[in-house]
């Protein structure tokens, strides 16, 4: 519950423009925020890292799975919540 929270209170600081799949590589998923990148990236050991402006925090796929979201989903929803669509 706490990384939950964490997860909103990180998404609620940043300001995003746009959500994309990343190009560069397959394994992420991407968020634009004022010239910033904002990532959710596959370890491939049952973990992911997200990260922007500087800071990163890793998830686990139990985390995830809690917040029945998948990677690209939580980086739809920081997005969303920061757009204030929600």
């Known amino acids: 519950m706490k990384k939950a929270i964490l997860f909103m209170a990180f ?38 890292t997200l990260s922007g402006g500087g800071e990163s925090e890793t998830v686990t796929q139990e985390e995830l799975d809690t917040l029945e979201l998948t990677a690209g989903e939580l980086v739809e929803l920081t997005c ?7």
């Not at 995003?16 to 990532?39: R, V």
């Not at 969303?80 to 929600?86: R, T």
């Open 11 to 48: 998404a609620a600081t940043l300001v995003f423009t746009s959500c994309t799949g990343d190009d560069e590589n397959n394994d992420c998923e991407s968020c634009t925020a004022q010239g910033q990148k904002i990532e959710i990236c596959n370890n491939g050991d049952g973990t992911y």
């Open 80 to 86: 969303s919540l920061a757009n204030g669509a929600l």
